[in-house]
């Protein structure tokens, strides 16, 4: 059964980084498109990135560009998301999540697995 647990979570002043990993396991990674998703309380999960399985299509919500990097490494069964920059809006409970489907999606309806979250918090 496949897995995903993602970490790297934390508390970052506004303008830090933080790099989040997402460890899959039950299955090779190289089958399925990861996603990013992120949810504040009282809000909906909205998409934050996106990465296909092999890297050659990727997805990023308008906001996360130029900030965030996604990116995959099969041989270690693990995802990561790049963020810098953080903003006063970026936090929220970080979730990554997979899909068999080829493509990217940024629709939280799209991914059949996810992992259990990590809180991101950015306050000074």
């Known amino acids: 059964q496949l897995q995903l647990v993602e970490s790297g979570g934390g508390l970052v002043q506004p303008g830090g980084s933080l790099r989040l990993s997402c460890a899959v396991s039950?299955?090779?990674?190289?089958?399925?498109?990861i996603g990013w998703f992120r949810q504040a309380p009282g809000k909906e999960r909205e998409g934050v990135s996106c990465?296909?399985?092999?890297?050659?299509?990727?997805y990023y919500a308008d906001s996360m560009k130029g900030r965030f990097t996604i990116s995959r490494d099969n041989a270690k069964n693990t995802v990561y998301l790049q963020m810098n920059s953080l903003k006063p809006e970026d936090p929220a409970v970080y979730y990554c999540?997979?899909?068999?489907?080829?493509?990217?999606?940024?629709?939280?309806?799209?991914?059949?697995?996810w992992g259990q979250g990590t809180q991101v918090t950015v306050s000074s």
């Open positions: 999540a997979a899909r068999s489907n080829y493509y990217c999606s940024n629709l939280p309806g799209n991914f059949g697995s």
């Open positions: 039950g299955a090779t990674l190289d089958y399925y498109t």
């Open positions: 990465i296909s399985r092999y890297s050659d299509n990727t």
